[in-house]
C-alpha cells in the first residue's frame, strides 16, 4: 500500500467488528507490547490495547513492506510512540486514539500528526470540564450554545483540543487554555489561535474528521500542503 508524501490516510477500527479474537492479532506484538496488554486489569482494556496495536502493525508493515512484528517503536519524553531504525528512514508519522469501541490511526510522511476519538457521552459534568479547561474563547462559544447542543459541541472541542496537543507531542503537559479551537460541526480549519506564539497557528492545519455513529474525531497535522485520504467508511 502506498503512502505518498502528501497524503494523510486515516484509518478506523470498529473493535465490534473485528469479532471477539485477539488471538489473531497477539502474535503480531512485540514481547513487551504482550506484556503490556497482560498488565490490563480489565480484559475489554487487553482486547482493545491488542487489537489496536496488531492493526497499527499491520497497517505500518503494509506501508514499509515490512513484517508487522518486527516493526520496532520508539518514545518521546512525553510517550509518544513512533518507528525506530531503520523504519524510521521511511519518514512515517502516525498517531492512534482509542474510545469505546472505536480506534482511529492516522498515518503520514514528515509531518507531526495527532488523531482524537471521544464517544459522545461519556464523560459527565460537562460543564464543569468545560469551565476548568477550555479557553475563555471557546467557553463563550460553548456556553452561548442552548443546553441540547452542548453534549456534541464539549467533544468537538475536546477531540480538537486532544488531537493538536498529540500532534506537538506535548499531551496534557500543555495548557489547554493557551490555544483556541473552533466549536462549530464540520470545520476544516479549526485550529483558531495560539499563545503565547501566534505564528504557531498557521503551521498546523486541523479538521474534523468521520469517526461513526455516536463518536466525534478531529485531526490535526503540521503544515497545510496535504490531502486526506480516508478510509474509515464515514
Ligand atoms: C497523549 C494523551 C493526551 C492521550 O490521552 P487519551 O485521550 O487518554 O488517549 P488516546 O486514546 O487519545 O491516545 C492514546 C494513544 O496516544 C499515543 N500517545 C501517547 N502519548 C502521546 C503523546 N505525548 N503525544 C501524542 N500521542 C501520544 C499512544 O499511541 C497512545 O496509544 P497506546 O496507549 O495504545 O499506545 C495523554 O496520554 C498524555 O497527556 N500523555 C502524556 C503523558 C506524559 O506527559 N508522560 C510523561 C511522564 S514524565
Known sequence: MALPEHEVHLWRVDLNGLGQDEALWQHVLSPDEA??????HFAVDRRRYAI???????ILGSYLTSRPAGIGFSYSKREKPSLSPPHSDSGITFNVSHSGE????AFTRKRDIGVDVEQ??????????????????EQEQFFALPAAERGEAFF??????????????????LAL??????????????LLATRPDASETARWSMR???AGAGYVGALCVGGRDWRLRDWTGG
Do not use: N
Open 156 to 173: 468537538r472541542c475536546w477531540t480538537r483540543k486532544e488531537a493538536y496537543i498529540k500532534a506537538t507531542g506535548d499531551g496534557l503537559s
Open 177 to 190: 487554555s493557551q490555544f483556541d479551537v473552533s466549536i462549530a460541526p464540520g470545520h476544516r480549519d479549526a
Open 208 to 210: 474534523e474528521v468521520s
Open 35 to 40: 506484556e503490556r496488554a497482560l498488565r490490563f
Open 52 to 58: 489496536s496495536r496488531g492493526v497499527l502493525r499491520t
Open 102 to 105: 472505536v480506534t482511529l490511526l
Open 120 to 137: 459522545i457521552g461519556r464523560k459527565s459534568d460537562l460543564e464543569a470540564i468545560a469551565r476548568r479547561f477550555f479557553s475563555a474563547h
